[in-house]
């Protein structure tokens, strides 16, 4: 019974439910997916049982949907927004400086021991910890510390100013 009363109430109001929605929001997508929603919901609560109050219900839960979509889309936007980075602008003595110490780095590492560079790049470039250092290259950890230790000393040293 309370089935072909559903379907009797999805016939008549699902056009006009769409429509609404379509003109409040203009994407016709979009209008439907929660006009559909709103008759689940209309569903699922049983809500359909008093025939004059339907129409208002149903207007109200399509209603009340479209702009939950809204907020929670802006709410979206807003977090995409923050996590954007500031373009940073460098002077051209603040451009010169970084290169410089790039150029000084890259020269530092190649004079890196091999075992050293290895733990060294292994940890800042893969970020793996030095237990998964050790395992990956036979080692114990407390050598992965003491090559770790080392490069980082030799680093510092050259590229202090």
């Not at 049982?49 to 709410?75: C, G, M, T, W």
Request: overall charge positive; some cysteine.
């Amino acid at each position: 019974m309370s089935e072909s009363i559903f379907k009797i109430v999805f016939n008549t109001w699902f056009d006009a439910i769409r429509s609404y929605l379509l003109y409040r929001c203009g994407d016709e997508e979009l209008a439907t997916d929660i006009t559909q929603e709103a008759f689940l919901k209309l569903w699922t609560k049983r809500l359909y049982q008093n025939p004059e109050s339907i129409p208002a219900i149903i207007y109200k839960i399509a209603s009340d949907l479209l702009v939950s979509h809204f907020r929670k889309q802006n709410s979206e936007n807003k977090y995409r927004l923050s996590l954007q980075p500031e373009a940073v602008t460098l002077t051209p003595e603040e451009e010169l400086n970084y290169h410089e110490l790039n150029r000084k780095y890259e020269i530092a590492l190649s004079k890196l021991p091999e075992n050293q560079r290895t733990v060294f790049l292994m940890s800042r470039m893969e970020s793996l910890k030095y237990q998964e250092i050790a395992a990956r290259l036979g080692i114990s950890v407390k050598a992965v510390e003491k090559r770790m230790s080392s490069a980082l000393s030799t680093l510092r040293n050259v590229l202090q100013p």
